[in-house]
Structures are given as C-alpha cells and as structure tokens.
C-alpha cells in the first residue's frame, strides 16, 4: 500500500457482540474503537474540507484516510457516530431508502439476520422445502453463483447463500424471505426499526456535521437492471434523502455490493445526470489522483478488514451454527 496517498475504508456492522444474532458477522465496537487509534496514531483522519479540497484539487490527501459507513445501521447511530464525535472526526454514512418506505430489510440483511439467529443446516433444508412447494427452483442456474464462492468451502451457509442469491427466481426468493422472516421475527417492521437507524436518528447524525450519502434505493445490482430500473434506484435515493431532510451539499453515493461487474456504463452516465459529486466502488486500493480527474465516480475504499483490528472475532466458546 502507498503510505501517500488517501485510503477510503468501509464499515458495516459495528456492534458489541449479542445472543440474539448470535451469529452475526460484524466489528466488535471496541476493535472498531482500537482501529480509530491506530489510524489517529499513523494517518490523518480526513474530515469534510480536506474531502471537498481534495476533489477540486484533484489532490487525494497524503496519508488520509477517508471513513465510510454502509446501509444505515442503527449501529451507526448507537456506537460510531459518538465515538467520531469524541475524537472531531468526519465520516460519510451510506443510506438506502426502500427499508424506511417498505418497513422491511434489504433482502441481503434479511439473510444475514436469518443466518445470524440459528442452525444454518435447519435453515437451508427449509428454503429447499418451501422453493420445492412453489416449484421456484430454476434448474437452468443450477450451477449459477459457483464462481462467487469458488474459493469458500460448500458449507450450509454458502448453500444458503447461493440459493438466494443466485439459483432462485427473485420473485420466489422475496416470497420465501417473507415467511421466514414472519415466522423467525414476527414484526418486521418492527425489526426495521430497531435495525436500522431512524430518520430522526439519521437527521441527529446529519446535524453533528457528517454526511449522509445515497445508496440507492432497494440495494439490487445496479448492472442487471434496465436504465429506466437503473434510474429509479438511482434518483430514488437521491429523493428519499432530499424528503427526510438529510440532502447534502455534496450529493454522494456508494455503489449497492460496489465490486466493478455491479455497475456499468449506464450507471456511470446516471449518476452524472443525477449531479453525482463522488461515487464509491469497493475496489480495495488507494486513491489516486486519476481517481479524480476521471470524475470521481469510481471512488475506491478498502474493508475495514484491511487494516490492524478490523477482523471479525471468533464467536464464543460453544458456539455453533453448522
Ligand atoms: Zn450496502
């Protein structure tokens, strides 16, 4: 890694560890806490002017680094937003818009809940069980996903994984996450809730100076979608912000997945129309001047899981999903 240049890194879960998701993967708060101090002790922690500097400069700034928060978690609200304020730090959080319009999860998160609350054996013979009934089986993607999980063992949870994301028709996967969630959590709206940061939680975070950016609207691949479908992820995300009262200056936004086969030339085209100052890919790599001469529409960050302490912790002794 060049020690010059600027590093964007992202955040999702930060949370203390609980038995209600006992599964779930995510940065213990205090991890997340030592990583703040080991940036403080060896970068400098970009706050809004040097970010706004450095786009109209076309200069990232040297040995900054630029944090991000992805999905709106109610653990942004709860744990990172009082801890960067403690230290005058400046961050970007990531909001998409369909769970404070629909009251339910992304679907990526409701797999992730689904995964983080009991046996992964148990939950993968029941999507089979009820797919089977609704026949929503697509044998001609039976191998489809292999490659996104080539490299991982073929445990429950990546058969879990691909089924819904990849080898089930979408309007089958959404019908299959409906009852699971109902039977699993009850009220889902409810859960949002409590998942999620509130728009009041959201325009608390705003009004302590940070940035909320767009993340568009229900987190599908941007790619795999027509441009009007394109379009309205994109202007949606846009709207909800300018809506709930939290639209910024600076319009930003942060690619749904980010890896580079999400999004295409479209998107790119879309974002400029929409007034897009800066867009974020999670292509892990410093940021380069060309970075920015090129628009800034493909704004790299690191995971969090890059850097000293930012690794998931091992779950506690006698702790199984399998
Ligand atoms: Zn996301």
């Not at 590093?7 to 879960?13: A, G, Q, R």
């Not at 009004?207 to 992820?233: C, K, M, N, W, Y």
């Not at 580079?260 to 129309?273: A, G, I, M, S, V």
């Amino acid at each position: 890694m060049n020690e010059l240049s600027m590093k964007s890194v992202t955040y999702h879960y930060v949370r203390p560890w609980e038995q209600r998701f006992a599964f779930l993967r995510h940065l213990n708060v205090d991890d997340f806490k030592a990583q703040l101090d080991f940036f403080e002790s060896g970068y400098d922690l970009v706050d809004q002017r040097a970010f706004e500097n450095a786009l109209q400069s076309n200069t990232p700034p040297e040995r900054g680094i630029l944090l991000t928060f992805d999905d709106g978690f109610k653990d942004h609200f709860l744990y990172v937003a009082s801890e960067l304020e403690q230290r005058s730090a400046w961050a970007l959080f990531f909001v998409p818009a369909s769970p404070y319009r629909t009251g339910k999860l992304l679907a990526v998160h409701r797999i992730h809940l689904l995964l983080a609350t009991g046996s992964h054996g148990s939950l993968l013979a029941r999507i089979r069980e009820i797919a089977d009934v609704e026949q929503g089986l697509d044998v001609s993607q039976e191998d489809a996903g292999q490659s996104a999980y080539r490299q991982t063992e073929q445990t429950d949870e990546v058969k879990v994984k691909r089924l819904l994301n990849y080898q089930l028709q979408p309007q089958v996967r959404d019908n299959i996450l409906d009852r699971l969630m109902v039977t699993q959590f009850g009220d889902e709206a409810q859960l949002c809730r409590e998942f999620y940061a509130t728009l009041d939680e959201l325009r608390d975070i705003a009004a302590r100076g940070f940035s909320i950016g767009a993340h568009s609207v229900s987190h599908r691949v941007l790619a795999a979608l027509t441009p009007d479908e394109q379009r309205a992820e994109i202007e949606g995300g846009y709207d909800f912000l300018r809506e709930a009262g939290l639209a910024q200056s600076l319009r930003t936004f942060a690619y749904p997945y980010g890896l580079p086969d999400t999004y295409d030339n479209t998107t790119l085209e879309l974002l400029k129309d929409a007034g897009t100052h800066s867009a974020f890919t999670v292509e892990q790599r410093d940021t380069e001047t060309d970075d920015i001469l090129e628009g800034a529409l493909e704004m790299p960050r690191f995971d969090c899981n890059s850097f000293a302490h930012g690794k998931v912790r091992s779950l506690p002794a006698g702790l199984d999903p399998s």
